[in-house]
């Protein structure tokens, strides 16, 4: 069974979403041990596209951080449905 390149990144814009929430949740805690290898590694992977978004809006009151869930719902109600009807049209 051979997956279209639709489905391909559709799943990989569904695996990207979850590394954000996984990233944002790994922040709220002190990670230790292989833990933070794991959050280092997310931050490489998230901390890029998340950081087009910290750099539009503000923090809101208390300092707390909106940008990585405004990001995911880019990424879900904008990118994905994009790239998917882009990509089905294609015929790919």
């Known amino acids: 069974m ?3 390149l ?5 799943s990989l814009i569904s695996f990207y979403s979850l ?8 922040s709220w805690f002190r990670p230790t041990g292989v833990f933070y290898d794991i959050y ?6 998230c901390e890029p596209y998340i950081g087009l978004f910290r750099r539009i809006l503000p923090l809101a009151a208390g300092g707390l951080d909106f940008s990585p869930w405004v990001a995911i719902l880019v990424l879900q109600l904008l990118i994905r449905p994009g790239l998917v009807t882009l990509l ?4 790919l």
């Open 2 to 4: 051979s997956l279209s």
């Open 6 to 10: 639709t489905g391909v990144v559709d």
């Open 19 to 26: 590394a954000i929430f996984v990233y944002v949740l790994m």
């Open 40 to 45: 280092r590694v997310l931050g490489q992977i």
């Open 88 to 91: 089905g049209i294609a015929g």
